[in-house]
């Protein structure tokens, strides 16, 4: 693994582990996002519907770094497994045609 990935995973480790009374109540609306969307749709968590689901008519409502760490640390704990591909809608990230992993809902946390 390089130097950067390493340095990624620590920054994303740091941010999912944010300890502030706001990263608290932004892991658990994201959680809760993800949650509404495995349960609507048979247990796959689609990033573009989880999107939506944390927007308002300013855009996303937590901090996209937030989110990213929160995906890669509910993978990393078994929650979430890679179930397939779609393509990102998110135009205000920039990520508008690129393509973004779908995630199959596999644990409680």
């Given at each position: 693994m390089?130097?950067d990935?390493?340095?990624?995973?620590e920054?994303?480790a740091?941010?999912?582990?944010?300890p502030?009374?706001?990263?608290?109540?932004n892991?658990?609306?994201i959680?809760?996002?993800?949650?509404?969307?495995?349960?609507?749709?048979?247990?796959?968590?689609?990033?573009?519907?989880?999107?939506?689901?944390?927007?308002n008519e300013?855009g996303?409502?937590?901090?996209?770094?937030m989110?990213?760490?929160?995906?890669?640390r509910?993978?990393?704990?078994?929650?979430?497994?890679?179930?397939?591909?779609?393509t990102?809608?998110?135009?205000?990230?920039?990520?508008?045609?690129?393509?973004?992993?779908?995630w199959?809902?596999?644990a409680?946390?």
């Amino acid at each position: 693994m390089t130097a950067d990935a390493l340095d990624l995973l620590e920054l994303l480790a740091a941010i999912a582990d944010d300890p502030h009374p706001l990263a608290e109540r932004n892991r658990r609306r994201i959680i809760g996002a993800m949650i509404a969307d495995a349960e609507a749709h048979g247990d796959e968590v689609n990033p573009n519907r989880v999107r939506a689901l944390l927007s308002n008519e300013h855009g996303l409502d937590v901090n996209p770094r937030m989110l990213s760490a929160m995906y890669s640390r509910l993978r990393a704990q078994g929650v979430l497994r890679h179930d397939g591909w779609t393509t990102s809608t998110d135009v205000r990230g920039g990520n508008a045609g690129k393509p973004a992993r779908t995630w199959r809902w596999v644990a409680a946390t």
